[in-house]
């Protein structure tokens, strides 16, 4: 049985892509259950926003990545960096990183490629959380090894426990030929205020790439993570409180990379079209999956006027959240 206490969504960042901008942050998201605060994605930016919402760093328990996108992990070891002067640690137990696994193999080149590219970091080009967090902690020794010795800082290790997330065997997932193969949501996190499970979604050549749905005693919050239409999300997000979900206007991607006159243009339309959702397809997806609240949330571009998401609304029935940094959404009677 969890315990009770009051719960909410905070949407701390709201902006997606690897881009600044002037009025959205990068994109992050907490859960709040009680005094217990638990984050998804780690955008640029997420550290500072979660002082803004008021939460110190001795209320984290858990941080989940749905992805490998830099506008999803860049920030992630400021969390230690910085967290150690914002009273991280005052934890009393690791917080606990959840995020994918390693790709194994670099994605195939975009087909409109005149040539394949060179791999980068061709001895281990394609690292999940837990191999990003050792090399970044490698890059970072002489900056951790003088908090530890002149600052008197606790140990990383004491503060933060990364580990990638572990498909079911079964369920046939190759990240070429086959990123988001039907399934069940699966278990990945459980504590006394949350139950986290996760499904695979369709967010190619990245992958894997998840969505995660936090249960608790007031309610339920989905996060779609960044993906295309996906048949797992629906299973994921049945009849959730809250879908937080990313979303594209499809009107401004042939615009912005002008309906594709250079190989690159062609590329970067494919990408949008099919690893992220129209505004249309967001009001879609909350209504056949029986959300009561649809969030949206990781916009691109992240300066469009607010009149055109709302027509995702034309599509849902329910309670329609056009996000803000910092926008609060609480969970059941709380």
């Known amino acids: 049985?969890?315990?009770?206490?009051?719960?909410e969504v905070v949407l701390l960042g709201t902006s997606g892509?690897?881009?600044?901008?002037?009025?959205?942050?990068?994109?992050?998201?907490?859960?709040v259950v009680g005094d217990a605060v638990y984050l998804v994605d780690c955008g640029y930016g997420v550290g500072r926003q979660m002082i803004r919402a008021g939460f110190g760093m001795d209320r984290l328990?858990?941080?989940?990545?749905?992805?490998?996108?830099?506008?999803?992990?860049?920030?992630?070891?400021?969390?230690?960096?910085?967290?150690w002067y914002e009273n991280l640690e005052g934890v009393d137990r690791p917080v606990t990183a959840l995020g994918p696994g390693d790709r194994g193999t670099v994605p195939p080149a975009s087909p409109h490629a005149v040539k394949t590219p060179p791999t980068f970091s061709?001895?281990?080009?394609?690292?999940?959380?837990?191999?990003?967090?050792?090399?970044?902690?490698?890059?970072?020794?002489?900056?951790?090894?003088?908090?530890?010795?002149?600052?008197?800082?606790?140990h990383p290790d004491e503060l933060l426990s990364v580990r990638d997330i572990e498909l079911p065997g079964d369920v046939g997932f190759h990240p070429d030929t086959n990123p988001c193969p039907p399934m069940r949501p699966f278990d990945i996190y459980e504590d006394d205020r949350v139950r986290v499970t996760a499904t695979l979604v369709q967010h190619s050549p990245i992958a894997p790439a998840y969505a995660f749905r936090f249960d608790t005693d007031n309610g339920s919050v989905t996060f779609s993570g960044d993906t295309g239409v996906c048949n797992n999300l629906l299973g994921l997000a049945s009849d959730t409180d809250v879908l937080v979900h990313e979303v594209i206007d499809e009107q401004w991607v042939?615009?912005?990379?002008?309906?594709?006159r250079t190989e690159q243009q062609r590329s970067m339309i494919d990408?949008?079209?099919?690893?992220?959702?129209s505004i249309p397809d967001t009001g879609r997806v909350a209504e056949k999956a029986g959300a009561r609240t649809l969030?949206?949330?990781?916009?691109?571009?992240?300066?469009?006027?607010?009149?055109?998401?709302?027509?995702?609304?034309?599509y849902f029935s329910g309670n329609l959240v056009i996000g803000q940094d910092l926008h609060r959404i609480p969970l059941g009677g709380s």
């Open 1 to 7: 049985m969890m315990m009770s206490g009051s719960a």
């Open 17 to 31: 892509g690897p881009r600044w901008r002037r009025d959205r942050t990068g994109i992050a998201s907490a859960v």
């Open 271 to 277: 990408h949008h079209l099919t690893a992220h959702t």
């Open 61 to 83: 328990r858990g941080i989940f990545v749905t992805h490998m996108h830099s506008d999803h992990t860049v920030d992630f070891l400021s969390l230690l960096l910085y967290g």
């Open 295 to 314: 969030a949206l949330n990781h916009f691109v571009p992240g300066e469009l006027e607010t009149p055109r998401w709302h027509t995702a609304g034309a």
């Open 254 to 260: 042939h615009q912005r990379y002008e309906n594709g």
């Open 122 to 154: 061709p001895q281990e080009p394609t690292p999940g959380l837990s191999g990003m967090a050792r090399h970044l902690m490698r890059a970072y020794a002489t900056d951790i090894n003088d908090r530890l010795r002149d600052n008197l800082r606790r």
